[in-house]
Structure formats: structure tokens, C-alpha cells
């Protein structure tokens, strides 16, 4: 499968603990971005990556999180301390195309997360 | 407000109906637009894009109109299998990031 990925699928945590989720992209994409979506509700933008730069983040990304790209292929997305209002799917999207230009994004199958 | 806007939903009608759902955009510097469809508990996929000159894929049209800020899809001759959540998108700001509707759901009965 050539999609984009993303581990682990679902994560329960208690409130107050970190945790890290993972995206791997479509592997020439040199864009990721990371959506967190709640239900009911369409997905919400949260940062962007173009190739291992972090060029924008939403006033969503409260300072308890943290995304990184270091090479510029897979992505981290950490939240420190969970609360109970970060339980969502965050999602990761990739695509290929310079700044300032659209190209098609891909989702990956998101990471679900429950903070108890 | 929310930056997209979408009829309330849900939509619930039978096999061969003919659906429209709408939706408005409040950033008159948004650059693309699409519609997106999500099945349940699945990623987004992208359906189609909207032009101003509108566009049709199969029995889904698409229709922007710029100066009213207004989005629509309409879809024919519905199956059951496009039953599914579709949110209207557009694009905004250098990173070209994703701006979402809440989505309306469809449920296409027997």
C-alpha cells in the first residue's frame, strides 16, 4: 500500500499523560499537514509542513503540542498533558507541489484518540 | 461564523432521487474548491472539484458562483452506495490548507 499511513490507529489515554502519533506519507509528497476532526464536525486544520519545515500552524496548536518533521518524510505529532477536549482523529494529509500551489491532498486513516 | 458553511442535513432519500446540497464560504481570498466525501469512521476523500464554470463527473455536478460565495453538488440518479457524509472545502492561505464544512449527511434508502 503506497497511501498515506498512520500508527497507531487508536490510542486511549489517561488525562494528563503525553502522547506521540506518527504519519508517514506518500513517499515523493514534500507537503504534509495535520487535521484533527471531531465528531460532527469536518476536520480542522492544524500545521503544515513543507518538506521537513514547519511553515504554519493554526491557533488550534495550543503550546501542549508539537509536530516535527525531521527529515522531511514521516511526521510526529506529540500533545503533552491530554485533556479530555483532545479526543478527536487527527489526521494526516500529504501531497506534492511547491508554495503557493494546489495539488490534490491524501488522507491518511487518521489516528483516533480518547483521553479518559 | 464559520468560515464554511453547509445545509444542516441529514438527508435522508430514496434509491434514483435527485439531492442538492449547498454551501457557503465567507473568505473572498479562497483560492480552490471542492467537495470531499467521508464514509463512516473513514478518511476524507476528495469527490471532485468545483469551477465557476461548473463541472459534472458521471451523475455528480458541481457549481461555484464567486461573487455570491456559493457552493453547490448535485447529485442524480442516487445509489445506496453513495450514502455518506459530503463536506464542502476550499482552500485558503500560502500553505493552501483545507477549510471544511461540518459536513452533510446522506443516506440513499432502498
Given at each position: 500500500?503506497?497511501?498515506v499511513?498512520q ?30 476532526q ?5 476536520p ?45 482523529m487527527?489526521l494526516c494529509a ?12 491524501f488522507f491518511g486513516p487518521g ?6 | ?37 467521508q464514509d463512516?469512521?473513514k478518511e476524507p476523500k ?65
Amino acid at each position: 500500500d503506497t497511501g498515506v499511513s498512520q500508527d497507531p490507529r487508536h490510542k486511549i489515554t489517561k488525562r494528563g499523560q503525553n502522547v506521540t502519533f506518527r504519519c508517514d506519507p506518500i513517499s515523493e509528497h514534500n507537503r504534509l499537514y495535520w487535521y484533527r476532526q471531531t465528531l460532527g464536525q469536518g476536520p480542522e486544520f492544524l500545521t503544515y509542513f513543507q518538506n521537513e519545515a514547519q511553515l504554519e500552524k493554526s491557533r488550534l496548536l495550543s503550546d501542549r503540542f508539537s509536530a516535527e518533521r525531521p527529515k522531511g518524510s514521516f511526521s510526529t505529532l506529540e500533545i503533552q498533558r491530554t485533556e479530555q477536549g483532545d479526543s478527536a482523529m487527527y489526521l494526516c494529509a500529504s501531497s506534492l507541489g511547491d508554495r503557493g500551489s494546489y495539488n490534490e491532498q491524501f488522507f491518511g486513516p487518521g489516528t483516533r484518540l480518547t483521553v479518559l | 461564523r464559520k468560515e464554511v458553511e453547509q445545509d444542516p442535513g441529514p438527508f435522508n432519500v430514496p434509491e434514483g432521487a435527485t439531492v442538492a446540497f449547498n454551501c457557503t464560504y465567507s473568505n473572498s481570498a479562497s483560492q480552490s474548491f471542492f467537495w470531499y466525501r467521508q464514509d463512516c469512521r473513514k478518511e476524507p476523500k476528495l469527490l471532485m472539484s468545483v469551477y465557476s464554470s461548473g463541472n459534472e463527473d458521471g451523475r455528480f455536478t458541481a457549481q461555484l458562483n464567486r461573487a455570491s460565495q456559493y457552493i453547490s453538488l448535485l447529485i442524480r440518479d442516487s445509489k445506496l452506495s453513495d450514502s455518506a457524509t459530503y463536506l464542502c472545502v476550499v482552500t485558503t492561505g500560502s500553505a493552501r490548507q483545507l477549510t471544511f464544512g461540518s459536513g452533510t449527511q446522506l443516506t440513499v434508502l432502498p
